[in-house]
């Protein structure tokens, strides 16, 4: 969405590592838009193959309903939220270190994505996101008649 | 917090390796109750075949093993965390009731119940009247 277009990347080429890192920073400046903290939580592994994607993030201990993944176009949408046990009273937390809460993420993908086809699921405490590139969205072939 | 809070932190303390990859300090919350203790760990990627809980006289020590985080056929061309195993060690007190100690892993989540001792329990005497 952001991307630099070629002729941009030709007029400034000298200013272009200036123009990439502000991007960059921008980008990451709103990619936390909806959630109260700009912090890159939970973090995630992002892999590829041909025209694919996969996104893998850590998340334990969540209910596999208490995710919501959704898909729009090329933005993938991550949300959630880890709850902590109920305590009753008089019970008390000697030590508090895991996340609770909710939180969101969302991520610019460099393709449109085929959103019948991505799949999610849970396991071992591990979300994992197969996004597959829309067919009309990939690179055509042009032939060239002599 | 700061953003390297929600990052996962390396255990350097760990020596005995085979396996060339990271260890990481799992994050827990321990709270208590009346009849006991319960330890709840985060170790994202193990499930009840690859977590170790061990305990050596008064030394509680829990391990996970992560395979692979790989995914398959994919190479990795983002990272925001990496994966690896998991080990941390508590010194439980003697209040511990240690043949009661019950453990259950559900979506890398590692429960420890650590039930109290007898003598430890609060109790509620019965007061008669004279």
Wanted: hydrophobic residues 40%.
């Amino acid at each position: 969405m952001f991307g630099p277009g070629i002729w941009r990347m030709k007029r400034f080429a000298d200013s272009v590592p200036e123009i990439m890192d502000l991007q960059r920073e921008i980008n990451r400046l709103f990619s936390n838009v909806g959630q109260s903290t700009a912090l890159d939580y939970p973090a995630i592994n992002v892999w590829e193959k041909d025209d694919s994607l996969v996104v893998t993030m850590e998340m334990p201990g969540l209910e596999a309903e208490n995710i919501n993944v959704s898909v729009t176009g090329a933005t993938l949408t991550i949300s959630g939220v880890a709850k902590a046990d109920p305590l009753k009273e008089g019970e008390t937390y000697l030590r508090q270190e895991r996340a609770v809460g909710n939180f969101q993420r969302n991520f610019q993908l460099p393709f449109q994505v085929d959103s019948k086809k991505v799949e999610a699921k849970y396991e071992k405490g591990v979300l994992n996101i197969a996004l597959p590139r829309l067919k009309e969205d990939l690179p055509k072939k042009i032939k060239i008649n002599s | 917090m700061s953003d390297k809070d929600l990052q996962k932190s390396e255990n350097t303390a760990v020596t005995e390796k085979i396996r060339n990859v990271k260890t990481f300090i799992p994050r827990v919350d321990i709270y208590e109750t009346g009849e006991a203790l319960f330890l709840i760990a985060d170790m994202p990627g193990i499930d009840e075949k690859t977590v170790d809980v061990e305990l050596e006289k008064n030394i509680l020590k829990i391990s996970g093993r992560v395979e692979n985080g790989k995914v398959k056929d994919y190479s990795l061309v983002f990272s925001e965390y990496e994966v690896g195993d998991y080990e941390r060690t508590f010194t439980l007190s003697d209040e511990i009731d240690r043949e009661k100690i019950k453990a259950t892993v559900k979506q890398g989540v590692l429960r420890l119940e650590l039930p109290k001792a007898e003598k430890v329990k609060p109790k509620k005497i019965a007061i008669n009247a004279a």
